[in-house]
């Protein structure tokens, strides 16, 4: 039976992609694990790694195309042993075959993303949640007829994949609960407000006179970076709590530990930047303040066990937050060089989904560029979000008289469900005792 390779879904998020190049043509022998193809999301540049084997029977989408929807068939292999020619005129290629008329399917929400009617039980829960599941086609047969829920199930073969041996494990030791029915995974969720219908493009560009302006179509990633914004700000209860802190013994203990940083191969091992130290006072600050690092759902509280720190990078036509993960206890030299990975990979958009998915707050420095201070939009799932200014000599009350010391502003967004204004100020404190005496973050 011709096996259909499907749009992945490479995020949580990601609806559609771009099939940005095949490195494998039709005829081409297929192994697991064979990388076949480069899909560009709203983030990044993605691998496609097979997860069948056989023939590449049918390109069904050609390289360069846009906005293919998550689940689409975009290729087809030959199994083992079946008539190439038969697998790639079969009914597998067809995507109208694979799931209902778009007139009959209801348009997919964020929470809802597109399932092919005829879909497996065992794979419906991985899909309803952006998860692709790489099993080989003996255990999805055999976890339909046995309503094993594969999302449940740890795979053991190449890269993962599930295998028959997984699926009759966890059958033995029924450690993988039954999926869903169809019937339940496909029951609607509650109706949500119809949107306040804005002016249309049309009328907007009427309010201009013709040929002043360049229209550039907006891109996969300026549409997400749109719609996870207005999310954010429309249904996330947000409040601002700014302080300042004085930077002159954390700009003092850097240059010390700059000067002392070993030069390998004729170069610094190490070089921080005052971000970098922004990170780990916050991820600390976090540790020190644990029922701030939360995240709310509507059925319970998520608190973090470890401060995984979101930093905001600007690359073209939008912008990324690559995760440093566990920063409370990582060295400062690290955090900066992973940064600095990080950041170089984000702007190539090579960055994998683990690297800028999850977190549980996040930093935006804009003083680089001169901001004194700023509000930045929480970045869900996080319940926090930190913005920097630029550190600036001011002049400042000490002992009763007028000093001059570098001050730098920053402004914590909470979500206000997750986080109190006393906690917030609580998590604020913590912050500046670690950047006004920044020697306790090194030891």
Same mark, same amino acid.
């Given at each position: ?21 095949? &490195? ?68 597998? =290629? ?31 829960? $991985? ?17 339909? &007829? ?23 494990? +966890? ?6 609960? =039954? ?10 969720? =509650? ?23 360049? @229209? ?29 802190? @004085? ?64 930093? +905001? ?24 060089? @992973?940064?600095?990975? &990080? ?31 700023? =509000? ?15 550190? @600036? ?8 008289? *007028?000093?001059? +010391? ?11 469900? $997750? ?9 604020? $404190? ?7 005496? *920044? ?5």
């Amino acid at each position: 039976m011709p096996i259909d390779i499907l749009m992945p879904a490479l995020s949580p998020t990601m609806e559609k992609g771009n099939l940005a190049k095949w &490195l494998k043509k039709e005829g081409d022998t297929i192994k697991a694990g064979d990388v076949i193809a480069e899909i560009e999301t709203d983030k990044a540049t993605m691998e496609v790694e097979a997860v069948d084997e056989g023939i590449l029977a049918r390109i069904v989408v050609a390289a360069g195309a846009q906005d293919v929807p998550v689940n689409q068939i975009i290729a087809v292999i030959a199994a083992e042993g079946e008539d190439v020619k038969a697998a790639a005129g079969g009914a597998g =290629a067809k995507p109208a075959a694979a799931a209902p008329a778009p007139a009959a399917a209801p348009a997919p929400t964020k929470a809802e993303p597109a399932v092919a009617a005829a879909a497996a039980p065992a794979s419906i829960a $991985a899909a309803a949640s952006g998860i692709r599941l790489f099993a080989s086609p003996l255990a999805k047969r055999i976890a339909k &007829l046995e309503g094993i829920d594969l999302s449940k199930v740890a795979g053991t073969g190449p890269h993962g994949r599930v295998v028959e041996r997984d699926v009759k494990s +966890a059958l033995a030791g029924g450690t993988a609960k =039954a999926a869903p029915t169809p019937a339940a995974a496909a029951a609607p969720s =509650a109706p949500k407000p119809a949107p306040v219908a804005g002016p249309s493009d049309e009328q907007v560009k009427k309010l201009f006179v013709p040929g002043s302006f360049e @229209e550039i179509p907006h891109d996969n990633m300026r549409k997400v970076i749109a719609r996870r914004l207005t999310e954010a700000k429309t249904t996330i209860p947000h409040f601002y709590l700014t302080i300042d802190c @004085e930077l002159d013994a954390l700009l003092a203990l850097r240059e010390q530990i700059n000067k002392a940083a070993p030069v390998r191969d004729g170069k610094p091992a190490y070089k921080l930047s005052v971000n970098d130290l922004v990170i780990k006072a916050l991820a600390l600050s976090l540790r020190a303040v644990p029922d701030a690092n939360v995240t709310w759902t509507d059925g319970a509280m998520l608190k973090h066990q470890h401060a995984d720190i979101g930093v +905001a990078v600007s690359i073209p036509g939008g912008l990324i937050t690559p995760v440093i993960r566990d920063a409370c206890h990582k060295p400062v030299s690290v955090i900066s060089n @992973e940064m600095k990975d &990080l950041a170089a990979r984000a702007r190539n958009r090579k960055l994998k989904p683990e690297e800028y998915q999850g977190g549980s707050s996040a930093v935006s420095n804009l003083g680089m560029f001169g901001i004194k201070d700023f =509000a930045a939009v929480i970045n869900p799932p996080h319940a926090t979000i930190l913005a920097v200014g630029a550190g @600036e000599k001011r002049v400042v009350v000490k002992n009763d008289a *007028p000093a001059v +010391a570098t001050v730098m502003s920053v402004t914590l967004s909470t979500d206000h469900r $997750a986080v109190d204004g006393a906690l917030g100020a609580e998590l604020m $404190a913590a912050f500046r005792g670690y950047i006004e005496n *920044p020697i306790g973050m090194l030891v």
